[in-house]
């Protein structure tokens, strides 16, 4: 049986990890912090790892990616897009008022993971804005402190599967600020899944291209290896590649399989412009949509 390391039971991570495998048999290995998701599989521990790496709302999770290019070397095998459906969880009874509603003005602290905590944030001005906001290494982490400490006016942000596993009460649904409030995950190993959802509609390739630092214009000719071959590219984002000041390397998302022809052809363009190049993987890529009508 596989073993897949993540973020902690009730977590997005973990509602994410159900959609994708359905009933699929594995062994789901929880962890407190992403650094442990990410080392857990680098010491051969688990076979995967669930990471987070981008929102709609909040964009790259930065501390992640850095982790994917600058700690381990594990290639990604699959991503997959999960809702990111946020509630605001406690002890119903303790906030409730004479009217029988929930009274949000007896909320002392509001705790949650800081990337969650940032896409409620007009629900939390409007609602609570005397609350003092406390960031929690996890959801379900924050859902876990409200538990244990009751009577307190704590409440937390978190998932319905996170209030669930704490014995505790939703006070208010969907409390994000968007509705189309997405989250890209990738699960990282050595080897691909045995089984993948059907059909594999999309193709990804994600690079790593280090520019030369005496070549002006380089980044200008590596793109254009791309355009004029008509490979679509979702997502050029650069990150410093902590060398030295002014330094940056370039994460590509492409639309083809690494297999390809022409991707093979625009990667060896780019090496021989004197680019460094490191392919992080090349997978299937799903929207949410089409996890619900595998399941359907």
């Given at each position: ?67 994917l290019v600058n700690e381990v070397d594990i290639p990604m095998q699959i991503e997959w897009v999960y809702p990111s459906i946020q509630n605001l969880i406690g002890d119903r009874e303790e906030f409730i008022s004479e009217s029988g ?196």
């Amino acid at each position: 049986m596989k073993r897949i390391a993540l973020l902690p039971e009730g977590s997005v991570s973990h509602e994410a990890v159900v959609q994708l495998l359905g009933d699929e048999q594995v062994e789901l290995v929880y962890h407190k912090l992403i650094s442990d998701v990410f080392l857990s599989t680098v010491h051969g521990k688990t076979d995967y790892s669930v990471i987070p790496i981008e929102n709609t709302i909040e964009g790259s999770v930065s501390l992640h990616m850095d982790w994917l290019v600058n700690e381990v070397d594990i290639p990604m095998q699959i991503e997959w897009v999960y809702p990111s459906i946020q509630n605001l969880i406690g002890d119903r009874e303790e906030f409730i008022s004479e009217s029988g509603d929930v009274d949000f003005t007896r909320i002392q602290q509001i705790l949650s993971h800081p990337v969650a905590m940032a896409q409620c944030q007009q629900f939390i001005r409007k609602y609570a804005p005397q609350a003092e906001l406390v960031n929690a290494g996890s959801t379900t982490e924050a859902v876990g402190i409200v538990k244990a400490n009751p009577g307190q006016g704590l409440a937390a942000i978190g998932t319905t599967l996170g209030a669930a596993t704490h014995k505790l009460d939703i006070l208010a649904e969907k409390v994000t600020d968007h509705d189309n409030n997405y989250t890209r995950f990738i699960l990282i190993g050595q080897e691909g899944l045995s089984k993948v959802p059907q059909p594999v509609k999309q193709m990804k390739t994600s690079v790593l291209v280090t520019l030369p630092e005496d070549f002006a214009g380089a980044l200008h000719q590596v793109l254009a290896t791309f355009a004029w071959r008509r490979l679509n590219l979702s997502r050029i984002e650069s990150r410093p590649t902590k060398k030295k000041l002014g330094s940056y390397y370039f994460y590509i998302d492409v639309l083809e399989s690494v297999d390809s022809v022409l991707l093979t052809a625009a990667i060896e363009e780019i090496e021989a412009l004197g680019c460094q190049v490191r392919v992080l993987g090349s997978y299937p890529s799903y929207t949410y949509q089409q996890l619900i009508s595998e399941v359907q």
